[in-house]
């Protein structure tokens, strides 16, 4: 019995070591999802003209899935189903700070609000932010991903240890 208990504590250190490396990992994607979001916003207004809500429509599901729903809800404030206010923004994601999410509401909340040279210009600023965030966030990644798992493994070893 105290074997089991062992492993099921050694196992949910393990686990939580995972946990964090995931929330480092859905971060970086998460940011080349919105940089490439910014080159298609480009492309698409300055070539094609579209509008906003065709352009998010078009989206592959796995960009979409990287985007973890901040695109579902920048389309609902288009189909005024919803204010644009940032905490409905981001009501999905736990895993930005408190910076970054000033950084990309105000982003969303200047898309199509004026001409398409000024537009164009806007989104490549944000594109060199997300871009220098992107790059934060994949050495964020590298440091402490794999860092995080390491730690769960030792601290689930270092448990098997004292108890045994």
């Known amino acids: 019995m105290k074997f089991v208990i062992l492993a099921v504590m050694a196992g949910i ?29 480009d492309v698409e207004i300055n070539y094609s003209r579209e509008r906003l809500k065709n352009i998010f429509n078009s989206l592959d599901e796995k960009q979409k899935h990287k985007l973890h729903g901040i695109d579902d809800n920048y389309i609902s404030f288009i189909n005024k189903e919803s204010p644009l206010e940032r905490d409905y923004l981001f009501k999905n994601i736990k895993f930005l700070k408190e910076e ?20 164009s210009k806007e989104i490549k600023n944000f594109q060199a932010r997300f871009e220098n965030l992107s790059g934060s966030a994949n050495s964020d990644n590298k440091k402490y991903g794999s860092l995080s798992i390491k730690l769960g493994i030792i601290a689930g070893l270092v448990i098997v240890v004292l108890f045994i």
């Open 100 to 119: 970054e999410k000033d950084v990309i509401f105000m982003f969303f909340k200047s898309l199509g609000r004026s001409d398409v040279d000024s537009q």
């Open 13 to 41: 250190s393990v686990y939580i070591g995972y946990m964090f490396s995931k929330k480092y990992k859905t971060r970086a994607n998460f940011f080349q999802a919105l940089v490439m979001l910014c080159q298609k916003f």
